[in-house]
Nanobody, 129 residues
C-alpha cells in the first residue's frame, strides 16, 4: 500500500486542522492505521491509531480529548481531526499502516512505530502562539 498524507498547514493556537491519509492499493480495510509525529529536534512519537473497525482507537495522552482519528474504508482514507491545537503540536505528521493484525489475528502494539511497515511522506503542521 502507498500512503499520501495531506492537510497540514499553519494555524493559530486553539484552532483546528484535519489531516487526511489516502491509501492506494487493495484491502485498505484490513490495515491497522496510525498517525505519528516528529517535532523539531525530537524523536518520532505515537499520536493515535485505529483498527480495522472505527470502534477500536488509541490515543497518546497528550492528544486525548483533542484529536480524533477515523477512517472511511470506502474512500481508502484515514483522517485525523485536530482541535484545540497547541504550539507543542507543531510537527511533521506521518500516517502509517500495517497488515499484521489481519494476517496473524493477534493484536499489534499500535504505539510502536516499528510495528508499521508502510509510511506516508509526512505533512507539516505549525501551530503559532
Amino acid at each position: 500500500v502507498q500512503l499520501q498524507a495531506s492537510g497540514g498547514g499553519v494555524v493559530q493556537a486553539g484552532g483546528s486542522l484535519r489531516l487526511s491519509c489516502a491509501a492506494s492499493g487493495r484491502s485498505f480495510s484490513s490495515y491497522t492505521m496510525g498517525w505519528f509525529r516528529r517535532a523539531p529536534g525530537k524523536e518520532r512519537e505515537f499520536v493515535t491509531a485505529i483498527g480495522r473497525t472505527n470502534g477500536d482507537t488509541d490515543y497518546a495522552d497528550s492528544v486525548q480529548g483533542r484529536f480524533t482519528i477515523s477512517r472511511d474504508n470506502a474512500k481508502n482514507t484515514v483522517y485525523l481531526q485536530m482541535n484545540s491545537l497547541k504550539p507543542e503540536d507543531t510537527a511533521v505528521y506521518y500516517c502509517a499502516a500495517d497488515l499484521k493484525e489481519a494476517l496473524s489475528g493477534q493484536a499489534m502494539d499500535v504505539m510502536n512505530e516499528y510495528e508499521y511497515g508502510y509510511w506516508g511522506q509526512g505533512t507539516l503542521v505549525t501551530v503559532s502562539s
